[in-house]
């Protein structure tokens, strides 16, 4: 999470999002950089609103910080976290990916009781709009990256190059009609925000 607090923006972290590369370029502009614990960093809409919020709001007498997120193709989304579960560190834990399919993977997400390698959240989950109307302000598709970086220079007042930063090895993405179809029933939510960003 990255605060711009002259800004009044807040830049909420999505894992597999470009996140990390956005936070190196950018972290020395802002007021406050949360990069650990990852429950921080990844904070999604109702932890910033029960914590960080009120904070601003009472704390800090500022009412008016908007928020900025980025969202991926949800396929793509799954795709990043089965390849980055495929490491070396992980190797040997509950949480690894190495030696199956993405297919089976991503079958593993559909269920009910997740397994732990599956276990990876949900971006739909994470900005989720709060009752008292706290959500995100600016929402970017991943895939568009010059609407992001656009946005960013202009409320930034700065020129931005991202860098590549922790990007997991390449491993073949395929998913079966059967397995996509699934998905796509299961997590219609992650489809139908992402589908209705511009």
Not at 16 to 27: F, M, R, S, V, W
Not at 30 to 55: Q, T
Not at 102 to 130: C, I
Not at 158 to 186: F, G, M
Request: hydrophobic share 40%.
């Amino acid at each position: 999470m990255l605060v711009f607090w002259k800004e009044k923006l807040v830049f909420l972290s999505v894992p597999k999002t470009g996140t990390t590369a956005i936070e190196a370029a950018l972290a020395p502009l802002a007021s406050i950089v949360v990069s650990n614990p990852p429950e921080l960093k990844h904070a999604p809409v109702y932890r910033y609103n029960r914590f960080f919020r009120p904070m601003f709001e009472k704390a800090c007498n500022e009412e008016n910080m908007e928020t900025l997120a980025v969202m991926r193709e949800p396929i793509s989304w799954l795709g990043s976290w089965y390849r980055y579960r495929q490491r070396d560190f992980l190797v040997g834990t509950n949480r690894s990916t190495r030696g199956m399919n993405f297919d089976d993977f991503v079958d593993a997400y559909t269920r009910g009781d997740q397994p732990a390698f599956a276990n990876v959240g949900s971006q739909a989950k994470f900005l989720e709009p709060r009752p008292n109307g706290t959500r995100v302000n600016h929402l970017f598709r991943y895939e568009d990256q010059p609407a992001l970086i656009g946005f960013l220079e202009d409320r930034l007042a700065t020129k931005i190059d991202l860098p590549r930063r922790n990007v997991s090895e390449q491993h073949p993405l395929d998913l079966s009609a059967r397995t996509e179809a699934k998905l796509r029933r299961k997590c219609s939510a992650e489809f139908e925000l992402y589908d209705s960003l511009s």
